[in-house]
């Protein structure tokens, strides 16, 4: 239990106030002039903490304590350094500073770990310059190659290339040679950013999967009229029967009780015009579960609701497009790690569902791969207001430490 809470949140602070306004809330755009001052900022503790930091192709800091076994492979953790616009302070730092101070504990003790441990402070997690999430630990895991770096442009009008030209990185950032293979497990430390650990008065989650997203995007076409000259009866309007579908499946989520949930956040209305009928709306539903069964008897559902509304409403429904990403499973045996360690410490620990994604869902793609999330306060992340208990940090810091301590002295294999 070698944590020292006060050096975590001295070195928290000190980040914290990179790329802040007065209101508090946190710009750190991955590329930009505070990302790359960010960056400075955790290579010095990276260095104080006994570590070897490097850059890799794409822009991810690469922190590299070695091992007494170093034809073993390694034992990686951190999150990432990028934020929303106007974001909170705890999303990606936190994973970072914590992993960071574990291994400064371990150099303070003089104590070298079996296998190497590596600690990242990803760039792009938050997909804000391409629109692609986790595009640095899908770049540095080989998920783009092939790909030309030129075809990378941010709206802001930026390009890949540029940005990388900024951070004085080189031209290849997808080149075969640059992707990280050496890895024995990821674990990422994350805050929930939902209320549910918060509600039930758990120190600490253990995520058991990052949930499967389904969205269904169509339209539902009625007739577009004058709106003083047709009568109710006589209406086909569109946006009625959708609002009968929203209300529909949104009821129907609220009574699964958790099991799922499910936004219409999108919709097309047209002709959108104060004194005409709507004529056509187009909307996207998205339900996010972690069982992907339930995924498919809720589209079933929906389907099936179709035929209603057309009835209703004497409305058409096509789908246009649908897009399933499946949910994507922690290991088992990286679960049952961080648990046992949770147990060890007496700290309760609650399994759970991820509701976003983050880096750990590309690396569970390839290693074993497990999340420890900490407490947010009254569930609100992507804000200024975005808040966690320095207690609960402590203790997640702990199992943190714990785990990574125990996979980096494991010999076998998982
Ligand atoms: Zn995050």
């Keep these: 239990m070698s944590i020292d809470l006060a050096q975590l949140r001295q070195s928290f602070e000190k980040l914290k106030v990179i790329g802040q306004n007065e209101a508090g809330g946190i710009t750190r755009l991955s590329f930009s002039p505070e990302f790359r001052q960010a960056q400075v900022l955790i290579k010095s503790y990276m260095e104080t903490a006994g570590m070897n930091v490097e850059i890799d192709s794409i822009g991810n800091l690469i922190g590299t304590y070695a091992g007494r076994d170093q034809s073993l492979l390694a034992v990686v953790s951190g999150s990432h350094l990028d934020t929303v616009p106007n974001g909170g302070a705890f999303d990606g730092a936190l ?47 080989g998920e783009f190659s092939g790909k030309n770096p030129e075809s990378f442009v941010a709206a802001s009008g930026h390009s890949l290339l540029g940005f990388l030209k900024e951070m004085g990185l080189g031209e290849k950032p997808f080149s075969k040679d640059s992707f990280f293979q050496n890895g024995f497990c990821f674990i990422e ?4 950013q939902g209320g549910k650990l918060e509600q039930e008065g758990i120190a600490v989650g253990v995520v058991s ?44 989520a609220l009574a699964a009780k958790g099991n799922y949930v499910a936004t219409i956040g999108k919709l097309d209305v047209w002709p959108n015009a104060e004194n ?65 360690i949770g147990k060890k410490l ?14 750990a869902m590309i690396f569970a793609q390839h290693i074993p791969t497990g999340m420890i ?22 203790k997640a810091a702990q199992i943190l430490e714990g785990t990574l301590k125990e996979l980096a002295s494991n010999m076998e294999g998982l």
Excluded at 218 to 234: P, Q
Excluded at 292 to 313: H, M, N, P, S
Excluded at 346 to 359: E, F, L, V, Y
Aim: aromatic letters at 6%; glycine letters at 6%.
């Design 209 to 252: 999967a990052i949930v499967g997203i389904n969205r269904i995007v169509m339209n539902i076409r009625g007739k577009a009229n004058h709106a003083g000259t047709t009568s109710m009866e006589l209406r086909q309007d569109a946006l009625v029967a959708a609002a009968s579908l929203i209300s529909y499946i949104y009821n129907q």
């Design 95 to 141: 994973g970072i500073i914590a992993a960071v101070e574990c291994v400064r504990s371990w150099h303070k003790q003089n104590w070298r770990p079996l296998r190497t441990v590596k600690v990242i402070a990803f760039i792009e997690e938050e997909g804000t310059r391409f629109g692609t999430v986790c595009f640095g630990s899908r770049a540095m895991l």
């Design 189 to 192: 430390l994350h805050v929930e």
């Design 346 to 359: 007496r700290i309760t620990c609650k399994k759970m569902p991820s509701w976003a994604g983050h880096d």
């Design 276 to 340: 005409v009928v709507p004529g056509e709306v187009k909307l996207t539903i998205e339900i996010r579960s972690e069982d992907v069964a339930r995924l498919e008897r809720v589209r079933k559902e929906i389907i099936e609701k179709l035929k209603e509304l057309q009835r209703d409403y004497k409305v058409n429904v096509d789908i246009i497009k649908e897009n399933q990403v499946p949910p994507i499973p922690m290991d088992d045996k990286v679960i049952q790690s961080i648990c046992n």
């Design 373 to 394: 999330f900490v407490p947010s306060i009254g569930g609100i992340s992507h804000s200024p207001a975005e808040e966690s208990d320095w207690d609960a940090i402590e």
